[in-house]
């Protein structure tokens, strides 16, 4: 009876996610310390490029309608077949013409060795199958679905760890074989994502005209934002990978990889907060119910960045070995950058609650800005370590430029900014 009210209770919510958000999370921790001390600071430069292409493409080509997908089978659950029928429609054919395109363009743009060359483009043909994988994980999402919608999200990276974890066994630091295992982890993800939607949502083939206007307008809506924000999170990678040698963008990585460790927490929060502060009553209760939440990532968070800041000169060479020394003061950084990426995630999908999405977008665009600017200003002179001040600046200036949007948008005050007395996670779950 206990396991079984404790199941029923991680199935919803905060917990669910959490758990989920951080298994996907330790999971990719521990692969990408597998394959940096498997190939080395230079190998590991290659992989990422090899890793981090098709992941930017299929983010690029989805359209924002992955959100979109997920309001409409939530609002009409009638939509469903012709949503799923649209979303294998838009994957094929949309990530067939963008993975077609980098196959044709990146290899000539990228300093990467032939071999990697060749890996590359057996990865870029992934950029379809993650696109399904993503849509029908909202499908999932929208129909409340949340825990198949997050063992979607996790399948892909746990079956990476498995991958490379294996091909780490067996002693060969091929990089073809850790190409292999990625795109072997996309494809049980996207196969995974097709069995539940069926299994649960019994969808049928329909093709539905009527639904193309409402879904791309709404889609348009979220994909100015979204695309930025993928931007402002990986674009210091990608400016890297044409900017500095692969050793230097492999020890970046590793600090990337490291700091990353409480993401988790920011992401649950995150997801969570979006339904809870669209159902609010009014604004002003669904800017109360976001400041909540920011407070409840503050107390769970920040005594936990400053233990990592502190631990980090031991940690760090410790996993992953004393060639990535150089990534320690990196890491420092960009686990505080960390913080404040985090709390953009939810004054983001809060905006987007409150109905102004196009906020989100004015931030992230800003934000890029910083980006682009910092980046160049100060990678030639500081390096990998100007990499991670430029991130912490633009996710500071995005945090900022969010709340106050939040506040004029909920016509808070001043005592609505602080934690209420008697604060805690339960009464949050009795403000949805």
């Not at 310390?33 to 990422?48: H, K, Y």
Request: charged residues 10%; positive net charge; contains cysteine.
């Amino acid at each position: 009876m206990i396991v079984q009210r404790l199941l029923s209770r991680m199935r919803q919510g905060l917990p669910n996610t959490l758990l989920i958000t951080a298994g996907m999370s330790a999971a990719g921790l521990i692969s990408g310390l597998i394959v940096a001390r498997t190939l080395g600071p230079e190998g590991r430069g290659q992989f990422a490029s090899i890793v981090l292409c098709p992941t930017m493409l299929a983010t690029f080509g989805e359209l924002g309608l992955g959100m979109a997908f997920a309001y409409f089978a939530g609002k009409n659950r009638e939509s469903i077949p012709g949503l799923w029928t649209l979303a294998w429609v838009v994957s094929l054919l949309i990530g067939g013409v963008v993975s077609l395109a980098g196959v044709v363009i990146l290899p000539s743009q990228l300093v990467l060795s032939e071999l990697a060359l060749v890996e590359l483009r057996w990865n870029l043909l992934t950029v379809p199958i993650i696109m399904l994988a993503g849509y029908l994980g909202y499908l999932l999402l929208g129909a409340g679905c949340l825990v198949e919608f997050n063992l979607v999200r996790a399948s892909s990276g746990i079956c990476y760890l498995f991958g490379v974890a294996a091909v780490a066994f067996i002693g060969d630091s091929d990089i073809r074989l850790f190409t292999v295992a990625f795109i072997l982890a996309q494809l049980v993800g996207c196969v995974l994502a097709i069995v539940f939607c069926v299994s649960r949502l019994h969808p049928t083939w329909h093709w539905n005209p009527q639904l193309f206007k409402p879904i791309f307008v709404y889609g348009a809506k979220t994909y100015a934002s979204s695309l930025m924000a993928q931007a402002n999170l990986r674009l210091d990678q990608l400016i890297m990978t044409i900017v500095v040698s692969p050793t230097q963008l492999g020890i970046y990585v590793v600090a990337v990889a490291f700091a990353g460790m409480l993401n988790p927490v920011y992401g649950a929060v995150a997801t969570v907060v979006l339904p809870r502060v669209t159902q609010s009553p009014s604004r002003l209760l669904g800017g109360k119910v976001a400041i909540r939440h920011l407070w409840l990532m503050f107390f769970g968070s920040v005594p936990l960045t400053i233990v990592l800041c502190v631990m980090m000169p031991m940690l760090l060479p410790l996993l992953f070995g004393s060639d990535y020394q150089l990534s320690v003061l990196p890491a420092q950084v960009l686990v505080i950058a960390a913080f404040f990426q985090g709390c953009v995630t939810i004054l983001g999908n809060s905006l987007r609650g409150l109905g102004s999405p196009g906020k989100t977008a004015i931030s992230e665009g800003t934000g890029l800005v910083v980006t682009i600017g910092l980046l160049f200003a100060l990678l030639p002179t500081w390096g990998i370590t100007g990499a991670a001040i430029a991130s912490l600046t633009a996710y500071s200036v995005v945090a900022l430029i969010q709340t106050i949007f939040l506040l004029d948008i909920s016509d808070l005050d001043g005592p609505d900014l602080w934690p209420p007395k008697g604060f805690s996670y339960s009464r949050l779950r009795g403000e949805r």
